[in-house]
Nanobody, 118 residues
Framework: QVQLQESGPGLVKPSQTLSLTCTVS??????????WSWIRQPPGKGLEWMGV???????YYNPSLESRTSMIRDTGKNQFFLQLTSVTPEDTAVYYC??????????WGQGTQVTVSS
């Protein structure tokens, strides 16, 4: 079973870059069965899909966030990363990394709270 663990700073100052790591175990991030995604949930709001990285490294972003978002991976460490630039308090959310299985069997990390505040 795939397990995912998010990590990163819980507090980021406005205008800085938010950087999160998702460490994957129980499956390789290069397997063709899964795509790897980031989703966030601001307080009191619904889930917002941020983007997805396929097994071949191709990446697709939410158009509303694309100009500020980067998703990269380290296949040697079996990790993938989220970077969000020029953050504002509106980027305060719980951030989740997800393994999206081809058969609809998705696995979620526990989520990590990120607060943007000076």
């Amino acid at each position: 079973q795939v397990q995912l663990q998010e990590s990163g700073p819980g507090l980021v100052k406005p205008s800085q870059t938010l950087s999160l790591t998702c460490t994957v175990s129980g499956g390789s991030i290069t397997t063709s069965y899964y795509a790897w995604s980031w989703i966030r949930q601001p307080p009191g709001k619904g889930l917002e899909w941020m983007g997805v990285k396929a097994f071949d490294g191709s990446t697709y972003y939410n158009p509303s966030l694309e100009s500020r978002t980067s998703m990269i991976r380290d296949t040697g460490k079996n990790q993938f990363f989220l970077q969000l630039t020029s953050v504002t308090p509106e980027d305060t959310a719980v951030y989740y990394c997800i393994a999206m299985g081809a058969a609809g069997d998705d696995y979620w990390g526990q989520g990590t709270q990120v607060t943007v505040s000076s």
